[in-house]
């Protein structure tokens, strides 16, 4: 028996840290896993969003920054829905 077929693995992953600041995105770090062998981080993205209203605006906007370079294999695109999901959520519970 495989260890893999033990355990629930994620089929991605996200976590966010960062502040809301008089309404605004500040010091905003996103990484998402299980989507390259490394946990991916877009660091213009996060430069990017430095600044912005907080909503979902902005977080759509991260997103579909953080993800725009991504290239996926043929069988596992739909891991792109499911990252630009996550990305969005948790950037929307900043604010806490």
Not at 20 to 45: H, M
């Amino acid at each position: 028996m495989s260890e893999k077929s033990d355990f629930d693995w994620a089929l991605v992953s996200c976590a966010a840290v960062g502040t809301i600041l008089d309404g605004k995105f500040t010091s905003v770090r996103v990484a998402l896993g299980a989507i390259a062998p490394v946990p991916y981080q877009v660091e213009s993205a996060e430069a990017g969003i430095e600044g912005q209203p907080f909503g979902e605006k902005a977080a759509g906007a991260m997103a579909d920054a953080i993800l725009s370079g991504v290239q996926p294999l043929a069988h596992n695109a739909y891991k792109i829905a499911i990252s630009r999901a996550l990305i969005r959520r948790c950037l929307m519970k900043l604010q806490g």
